[in-house]
């Protein structure tokens, strides 16, 4: 992130705008773009401020916002969801969000609601034997319709 100009530099920028240069004249004189010296000169037109404004604070990322509540959530009932755990701590978020978030705190979490097991059953008995695997020698010479060729 750059750093703001001086209030010197500021003030001789300020100077020379009000001796009659134009904002890319004043650019290149002090090597600053143009649209800075615009934008700077209409804020001392409206506002009489020349000094630079205090930065912004940036907000937090949700998971570093949030860290202790997910972490103590998950050590308390780590079999919830994430529908569970967006309930239990009461956020407006996205389960897309949520999931991020533990991704990035390293947090293992439940995958799905429970259900219960397919009814279809095995697909083959228990005690059906295996066919023997080949001989070293053989090979197979049959083909079928679609590996022959045209």
Do not use: C, W
């Amino acid at each position: 992130m750059p750093r703001p100009l001086s209030l010197d530099l500021r003030t001789r920028i300020l100077a020379d705008y009000q001796a009659g240069l134009s904002f890319a004249d004043l650019g290149r004189k002090y090597t600053v773009s143009a649209e800075f010296v615009r934008q700077f000169i209409r804020r001392y037109e409206a506002t009489g401020e020349i000094a630079a404004r205090p930065p912004i604070p940036k907000k937090a990322p949700f998971h570093r916002r949030h860290e202790a509540d997910l972490r103590a959530a998950v050590a308390a009932e780590p079999d919830l969801t994430l529908e569970g755990l967006r309930a239990r701590l009461g956020l407006d978020v996205s389960l897309a969000t949520l999931h991020n978030a533990l991704s990035a705190l390293k947090i293992a979490f439940k995958k799905r609601r429970s259900s219960r097991r397919s009814s279809s059953g095995p697909t083959s008995p228990r005690n059906a034997t295996r066919s023997p695997p080949p001989s070293p020698g053989s090979r197979r010479t049959a083909s079928s319709s679609s590996t022959k060729p045209g």
